[in-house]
């Protein structure tokens, strides 16, 4: 797997790998190729909380298990990098994203673009790998627009973006307009309580209807 180090969106872009004559597609990892709130729902059992997923948020479905407080955000954000060291190899792959990839990688530049501490690379890359996704794959920080924007600009054929976060899909809106952009949540106990604008954002509910609908707006 091709790995590259942010230092800029701008020198990210440059560096990964994409084919100027065929369309792309950069696609998010949690919630979209990986199971991230089971596995760190898995991942805080160990440590004496568990997950009561009744909002769309992370730390705040998190509470303590003997005395249901709930759990204080810093605890959360150690809990978090926690996990990209010693948890983020134990997540679940999203059905049908593997083959779903591999088949529109035949007429595709795929981008793996993750928004994750810089610590939990390997185990990310490792994962992605495991699980047949091995493509070029940039680890993030912030809002996607801007390096969306500089990667769909290094190639002629149309661009998609795949993301679980509408402030990720609404930056490229933003930055990228002509970039097309497709929304999933994986966790169906998350989807009712998720932000979306269906409108701007084509959804899909797993890869089943995701991959026809990138075919039909990426390769027509």
Known sequence: MT????????????????DPKRPLLIVDVDEVLA???QGFERFVGRHGYEMRIDKFALFQNVYHA???APLDMTRGKQLFDDF???????LDPVDGAAAALEALSLE???????????????????????????????????LKGPIVRDLAARTSGKAGFIDDLL????SVAEDAPDVLRFQMIADERLRPFAPTVPDRHHWADDWAEMEPAIRRRLLD
């Open 35 to 37: 199971h991230f709130m």
């Open 108 to 142: 595709m530049s795929i981008i793996i673009l993750t928004n994750a501490p810089d610590h939990g690379r390997d185990a990310r890359s490792g994962w992605l790998t495991f699980h047949g996704m091995d493509y070029p794959m940039i680890i993030n920080s912030g």
């Open 167 to 170: 402030p990720n899909l609404e």
């Open 3 to 18: 790995q590259l180090h942010i230092l800029s969106p701008a020198e990210a872009a440059r560096a990964v790998p994409v």
């Open 84 to 90: 990209f060291l010693h948890g983020a190899d134990d």
């Open 66 to 68: 003997d005395t249901g």
